[in-house]
């Protein structure tokens, strides 16, 4: 029963606060002869699995590391193209480990605006009158809750789907959001958010949800 | 408890089917548009989901839920996408969806010869075994709640 992450979006859609609680990382490191029975492509400046998933490496993976170094993006370490490399028969056997691409900052703030997008086109397709935008979005293997405040702040969080007491940690971020934050005399409206208190308590109420299973006492 | 409305969507975006019973507010939109709004944004919900997710995914995105609804969400591995907007008091459609897909769209429009794929389904016999179908589902009430 986890928290994944935290995102505080503003009211234009703009991310100001990002917080990764646990990131579980599946990777799979394999050592591989030539040929490589895995077809691997480009996708958003990373080389990712495309067919030939196997032993924990699925498709959609990226290419984290080749032979213990990491790369970076398209490219090895030295600044070779990763695809032109494994075409290579000299350089096997190498070890290439892969896993789910960790999002990148921009990557993060893209997301955190498609969803200020999309949580209002949730309330205008609304076949019912009165309708708030997207609360509650579920998936297999996580659910993300957002609460809206009245001056337009989203707070967003990723958790577990069988976590309980969300509700009640989303009042509580805001609560700690309006303490250190904004009665931060440093802290400017809708920008990003660098207060080391809101931080510290933003961590242990997280904590305390995980552990409890059900924050707070009341209401 | 009740069932609001029904889409269906092909592999292209193209709107097959769409049918209402307890809608209390149209979209502000012609229909047309409403369809490729739907679509898009559970293109954007797709795709916003496959990059957040912490774990690897089995099944994707499945539902979500505002103040007063909640839509349901099922797509076949042919790219055909059911979306169900019901009342908050149904928590799982996905069983009611994949009946739809499996006993009504597949016996009635798939096995149809006269049925074209990728068209809008005008099958009566399809039309009215689901229109019954979903007034059967033990959460419809002709008298939304």
Known sequence: MVIFSVYLVNKAGGLIYQYDNYVPRAEAEKTFSFPLDLVLKHHDEKVVVSFGQRDGIRVGHAVLSINGVDVIGKNTAEGKDILEYLKDASNYPVSIRFGRARLSSNEKLMLASMFHSLFAIGSQLSPDAGSSGIEMLETDVFKLHCFQTLTGIKFIVLADPRQSGIDALLRKIYEIYSDFALKNPFYSLEMPIRCELFDQNLKSALEIAEKAGNF???S | MTVHNLYIFDRNGNCLFYNEWNRKKQAGISKDEEFKLMYGMLFSIRSFVSKMSPLDMKEGFLSFQTSKYRLHYYETPSGLKFVLNTDLSVSNARDTLQHIYSNLYVEHIVK????????????????????????????YSPRAA
């Open chain 1, 216 to 218: 707070g006492a009341g």
């Open chain 2, 112 to 139: 149809n010869p006269v049925c074209v794929l990728g068209h809008g389904l005008d099958s009566e016999l399809f039309s009215s075994r689901l229109d019954a179908f979903i007034r059967a589902l033990p959460y």
